[in-house]
């Protein structure tokens, strides 16, 4: 069972930015998809984004599109999240997942590890 790790969360002002990094443990990282999720107050965890195995192919939910970035560094077992543009509606807490194939999904049945979440706060 990996062990993911995420930080970089705060409280910033709309418009702002920050960067989320999700550390994780073991050998394996590099064979599977990560993916971040999101979970605000009384909301069902959705989707942001997800990284395919390699780095190369991305997929984002239509509401980040051209604000967020996903990608990974496999040679750090790290994958991040840059989030530009912020709005308050993306206030909420932000997980990692690691998929259960190398393909990235938009449900969380779909992944089968996750971290403990790091919170997001944008202010209007």
């Known amino acids: 069972q990996v062990q993911l790790v995420e930080s970089g969360g705060g409280l910033v002002q709309a418009g702002g930015s920050l960067r989320l990094s999700c550390a994780a443990s073991g050998r394996t990282f590099s064979s599977y998809a990560m993916g971040w999720f999101r979970q605000a107050p009384g909301k069902e965890r959705e989707f942001v984004a997800g990284?395919?195995?390699?780095?190369?192919?991305?997929d984002y939910a239509d509401f980040v599109k051209g604000r967020f970035t996903i990608s990974r560094d496999n040679a750090k077992n790290t994958v991040y999240l840059q989030l530009n543009s912020l709005k308050p509606e993306d206030t909420a807490v932000y997980y990692c997942?690691?998929?259960?194939?190398?393909?990235?999904?938009?449900?969380?049945?779909?992944?089968?590890?996750w971290g403990q979440g790091t919170q997001v706060t944008v202010s209007s």
């Open positions: 990284v395919r195995e390699n780095g190369i192919w991305t």
């Open positions: 997942a690691r998929g259960r194939s190398i393909i990235p999904r938009t449900t969380p049945d779909q992944y089968d590890s």
